[in-house]
């Protein structure tokens, strides 16, 4: 799927990571690293043991934190990583929703 952008030239993507990625530092680590970027968004753990989180922000910006989502924190081992691309809701911050 094409990436929708906003008239401001943001992207939004929808991503669910599956592994070892709960437990382990993986949301607190995602926090770190969307603030290093200057991406918003939010990210939390789901029942099934994945992390869902949306991050918005350039496409570079998003891009790169994708990236990052392959490695996660250091104790996680990511298996997956499922990107869904989406309308920018022009988010501010970044948060864990719980």
Not at 12 to 21: P, Y
Request: net charge neutral; aromatic share 10%.
């Amino acid at each position: 799927m094409q990436n929708p952008s906003s008239p401001q030239g943001k992207v939004r993507a929808h991503v669910f990571i599956s592994g070892t990625v709960q437990g382990v530092g993986y949301r607190y680590y995602t926090v770190n690293q969307a603030n290093k970027l200057g991406i918003s968004g939010w990210v939390r753990n789901l029942p099934d043991n994945r992390v869902e989180a949306v991050f918005e922000g350039t496409e570079t910006q998003v891009k790169a934190m994708i990236q990052w989502c392959y490695q996660g924190s250091p104790a996680s081992v990511v298996k997956q990583v499922v990107i869904d691309y989406e309308q920018p809701e022009e988010i501010e911050g970044f948060d864990i929703k719980r």
